[in-house]
């Protein structure tokens, strides 16, 4: 009997293993094919899920006793199908046409789309992914709208645009958005942080969106998610791209003959006699003499045609229901455009970047109420950059490019008849060549470690939808320079070759022989952050009503060096209700402060409120208008500050310096002793008020989409320096700063999507535009002495130069009537500028406030995309508009700046109706003088037109790359920076319309433009 018992206890504890156990499969798809990647989760077990697979497949063990499944998937409406007995399923998923169901991230945690109330715009990381720019901001532009980004360099390393959010709003230089990473303030350099481990990248761009962070949030807020672990068995992705990278503009610099005929000229011009005969000019011409007179491409004896560019990426992700986990490491190699002329020395003469990625990301759930997660992140840099000893210590081989007095042509023969290093007397360097041969390197290595704890409680038990969380975060930085050269003179034998009689003299007879290298090494900056996060969420559904809420206390500690720590603290508060997702309303306020300011100005409320209404919801909308899914007006107010003042910080503590001397009486007399320092200041934060009006609108089943918000920002307090009269017995740079200048920005922004598809062909276009005008409204300048002079008013950036008329005539010159300028020499086919006070003289009290300052009021971008079967394409254009640019002195100017074609369109009494550029001439600062005379002349338009990304790509048949062991094999091609249209004026210094403005050429390492070819596979 005793048996039979137990036999029947075992069939039904098997039977109860069983039903514990149940295995599901089935397949999900919409209506026209199967989806990859959904989410296929147990209803009352939340750790308890999977994915499908590439052909839409899933498979899951039922843990609990609901038998129901959740089925989600980003753009589709959730379905709940209750499994009962069954062990095979099909799903049908339905568009979310209303976007009830897509969440977007915001400041500490993340909501529904359809009830948020602020402004944000986000980009996918799969979509960053698409352009091969080495730094991350550099693959923005165009298709984030409110984003306006400038990319002044492409140097390796160095490459990574300005970025803005909405513009800029703060005349005291700086308008860099704080950057969030996994909610936690990120120290770093942006533009390393590896676009594969990015999930999302979200900015927060208005009130509602950014009080939350309160003295930090003034000038916009970037939020980056990174990938975490999913459930499911381990999948590994490979991605490797390699690129050839080339300059989008690079000036050409004429010939020895046709420069000496332009020197000539310029000469002839100045009443001077030539300087080359015309034996001189026929050897030129003819290459009869290359030692005497050489004729040397130097652009193409010193750099590439192309670079190469390196990008490899491996990842790991996956989980159980306890632990999810996701691994990266990444490498990237930038190589510089300099030719390799290191085989003498050994020493590495280019440009290059190399860095290393790492990233962790560990999610436990040691029991159903708490999740833990460990993160930990590193980046390793080095950059090298060649030591040449250029002219005024400028080492940069691209600045001597385009300096005549270092590199014109006829300069020298780069080698002798021996194979010896040529040299010029008049030339200011040694032989350019022998420099980036022995000269060295200086190699810049950063090293940059995060880690991360959070822990998160969920407290039902008090009552249902209350949660607590704690972070704990390091960041930490160290770096130094390890730096190889030999000294900047001329230490090494270059000789004089005199072709005549066949003989050779050393350039310098102190230098027989190469001298030794010397090794140095020193540290950079470092800095420690820690970083304390404690915070109460509660977010509950009753019937018909949502109530969210955040109490969040956030602390840093900061340490620079071995300077004094600094600290920052703050509360967060968010409150927020809607009713059926229709009537919105949230409430976000930041109180916090910094250590940087005196304890009684330390602290201050940042409020903000939003409201929204979703008409769409009401039953007179539905019933009428059936083609609009979403109509949702939302609007904020609110006030943010930032707190970045440089190095002013605790300018509240006096200063004084034992020696030199302050001036004291009528006469200024120098007296020596103890003096005042920088005299001491109460300043605070800048502080912003900001508007914005929004409305989202889906229609036709979600197909097309729209997005539009209007803003206005008033920013006050901003922090500036003062100006001061002599009288005063002190100089300027005693006063500290002070909260006084005022600016307004306003603007719009529209982004329209739409979804399609014709049979097989699916498709997607989305068009941006973002408008943003900043006005001074006011600032401290001393009164000038004209109206048209003054600076308030006008955006920032704005610069004082001349009002172009013309060119001088003969006639003009002779004509007493005609207003010149009392100095200097007046010639025919001189620049001539307006004498807008009418003294009848041509001075600096004509100057006025040029148009266009050199930051773009409007940034537009275009992309489309088309999926036919197994292949993708997509393709983006931008456009940044009202913005101008000028260069000066080596970059422009004859004598200083290589001759290039656009001198040999200058006036000539041949060529004086329509002139491209101003009568030539060596004498130096006049009225052509582009440094010393800017004016709307030489401050020309920029408005531009790029390709800035496309992409071409294969993925391999599911049916081949399953049968090899592969989820995923994809071969892509794509580009950046691809083709540049200039849109009004023409582009007379050849360089890219992102370039800075009045420089000297001396910091110019061309933009480029990226050509690359990727492999992606996951298994």
């Known amino acids: 009997m005793k048996r039979y018992l137990l036999t029947i206890y075992l069939l039904l504890l098997c039977g109860i293993t069983w039903a514990q156990q149940q295995t599901v499969t089935g397949t999900v798809s919409d209506k026209s ?143 860099a958005p704080l950057i969030i990473v996994d909610d936690l303030e990120y120290f770093g350099n942006i533009a390393e ?15 509602a969106t950014t009080a939350v962070y309160g003295i930090k949030g003034a000038n916009g807020v970037v939020v980056i998610t990174t990938k975490r672990g999913k459930i499911g068995k381990a999948q590994i ?145 080095e950059r090298n950059s060649p030591t040449n000893g250029g002219r005024n210590n400028r080492n940069n081989i691209f600045f001597e490019l385009s300096d005549a007095n270092q590199l014109p042509p006829y300069a020298y023969s780069i080698y002798n008849p021996d194979g010896s290093f040529g040299v010029n007397s008049s030339i200011l360097n040694n032989n350019v060549v022998g420099r980036l041969t022995y000269y060295g390197y200086n190699r810049q290595f950063t090293n940059d470690i995060t880690a991360n704890f959070r822990a998160n409680q969920n407290l039902n038990f008090i009552t249902k939808g209350l949660s607590a969380k704690g972070v704990v975060g390091f960041n930490g930085q160290y770096g130094f320079n390890r730096n190889m050269t030999r000294g900047t003179g001329n230490d090494f034998p270059s000789y004089y070759y005199n072709p005549t009689n066949d003989t050779y003299t050393i350039s310098n007879p102190n230098f027989y022989r190469i001298g030794l290298p010397n090794l140095s090494y020193s540290a950079t900056d470092s800095y420690k952050r820690l970083n304390w996060q404690a915070s109460i969420n509660y977010d509950r559904t009753f019937s018909s009503h949502h109530v969210y809420a955040l109490a969040l206390y956030n602390t840093q500690n900061n340490v620079t060096n071995a300077n004094e720590p600094s600290g920052f603290r703050g509360y967060t508060f968010r409150v927020g209700y809607d009713y059926k997702q229709k009537y919105l309303i949230e409430l976000n306020a930041g109180y916090n402060g910094s250590s940087a300011f005196v304890s009684d100005k330390r602290y201050a409320w940042f409020p903000a409120i939003s409201l929204g209404w979703n008409v769409a919801e009401e039953s007179f909308f539905k019933d009428n208008i059936k083609f609009i899914d979403l109509f949702k007006i939302r609007g904020s107010f609110g006030k943010t500050g930032s707190d970045d003042i440089g190095n002013f910080a605790y300018t509240y503590l006096p200063t004084y310096i034992n020696g030199g001397s302050y001036s004291i009486g009528e006469n200024h007399t120098g007296i020596t002793g103890i003096r005042e320092g920088l005299l001491a200041q109460n300043p605070t934060w800048e502080t912003e008020e900001q508007a914005n009006i929004g409305v989202d609108i889906n ?87 004209y109206d048209y002079q003054r600076l308030t008013g006008k955006p920032m950036g704005s610069i ?29 086919g001189d620049l001539k500028y307006a004498d807008l006070n009418g003294d009848g003289v041509v001075n600096v009290d004509d100057r006025m406030v040029l148009a266009l300052p050199n930051l773009p009021n409007t940034i537009m971008g275009l992309t489309v995309g088309l999926n036919y079967k197994n292949f993708a394409f997509t393709i983006t254009a931008q456009s940044a508009l009202n913005f101008a640019r000028r260069s000066a002195a080596e970059a422009i100017r004859p004598g200083l700046n290589n001759f290039r074609e656009i001198h040999e369109q200058a006036w000539t009494p041949e060529n004086s109706v329509n002139p491209s550029f101003p009568r030539l001439s060596l004498a130096g600062s006049n009225l052509n003088d582009p440094a010393a005379h800017p004016s709307n002349y030489w401050f020309r338009n920029s408005d531009y037109l790029r390709i800035k990304t496309a992409e071409f790509s294969y993925s391999l048949p599911k049916t081949f790359v399953n049968k090899i062991g592969l989820q995923v094999a994809r071969i892509y091609v794509n580009g950046y920076n691809l083709v540049t249209w200039g849109l009004k004026e023409k582009n007379i210094y050849n360089t890219d319309p992102e370039n800075t403005s009045g420089n000297d050429g001396a910091g110019f390492y061309p933009q480029t433009k990226v050509y690359n070819l990727g492999l992606q596979i996951s298994f």
Do not use: C
């Open 33 to 175: 094919e199967t989806l990859i990647g959904v989410s296929v989760i147990e209803k009352d077990q939340p750790t308890n899920g999977t994915q499908t697979d590439q052909n839409g497949k899933f498979k899951l063990t039922l843990k609990g006793s609901s038998k129901t499944i959740i089925f989600k998937y980003i753009g589709y409406l959730s379905k709940e199908v209750a499994v009962g007995n069954q062990s095979n399923i099909n799903v049908t998923l339905e568009v979310d046409a209303k976007g009830l169901e897509e969440v977007i991230v915001v400041a500490y945690g993340t909501q529904k789309k359809i009830t948020n109330t602020g402004s944000t715009s986000a980009i996918s990381g799969d979509d960053i992914r698409q352009t091969p720019a080495a730094s991350l901001q550099n693959t923005l532009i165009g298709r984030v709208p409110g984003i306006t980004t400038q990319q002044r360099s492409g140097q390796p390393g160095s490459d990574g645009a300005v970025l803005l959010i909405r513009g800029l709003s703060t005349t005291n230089g700086n308008g």
């Open 193 to 207: 942080i590896d676009p594969d481990q990015i999930e999302t990248f979200t900015t927060l761009k208005d009130a």
């Open 237 to 381: 992705t490979f991605r490797t791209e390699n690129s050839i990278q080339t300059p989008t503009y690079m000036p050409e610099y004429l010939d020895s003959y046709r420069a000496a005929l332009l020197v000539n000229q310029a000469l002839i011009n100045d009443e001077q006699a030539p300087r080359y005969s015309q034996t001189d000019l026929d050897h030129f011409k003819n290459g009869t003499d290359p030692y005497g007179h050489p004729n040397v491409n130097w652009t193409e004896e010193l750099l590439r045609k192309y670079s190469v560019q390196s990008r490899n990426n491996i990842n790991i992700q996956g989980g159980v229901d306890k632990a999810k986990y996701y691994v990266s490491a990444g490498y990237l190699f930038q190589n510089g455009l300099i030719k390799d002329f290191s085989k003498l020395s050994g020493m590495d003469n280019n440009y290059y970047y190399k860095r290393y990625n790492f990233r962790s990301n560990l999610d436990l759930q040691p029991t159903k109420t708490l999740n833990l997660s460990l993160d930990l992140s590193g980046t390793f840099a």
């Open 699 to 785: 229609m036709f089943k979600g197909k097309l989409k729209i997005v539009a918000d209007v803003f206005d920002r008033y920013r006050y307090n901003i922090l500036t320096s003062r100006t001061l009269s002599n009288i005063a017995g002190i100089t300027p740079s005693q006063l500290p700063p002070s909260n006084i200048n005022r600016v307004s920005n306003r603007g719009f922004e529209t982004q329209i999507t739409y979804l399609g598809n014709i049979n097989k062909l699916s498709f997607n276009v989305s068009g941006n535009i973002s408008v943003s005008k900043n006005k001074i409204l006011f600032m401290d300048e001393a009164t000038p002495p």
């Open 800 to 828: 004082l130069g001349y009002n172009f008329l013309g060119f001088y005539t003969q006639e003009e010159i002779d004509n007493p009537a005609v207003p010149k300028p009392t100095t200097g020499i007046t010639r025919a």
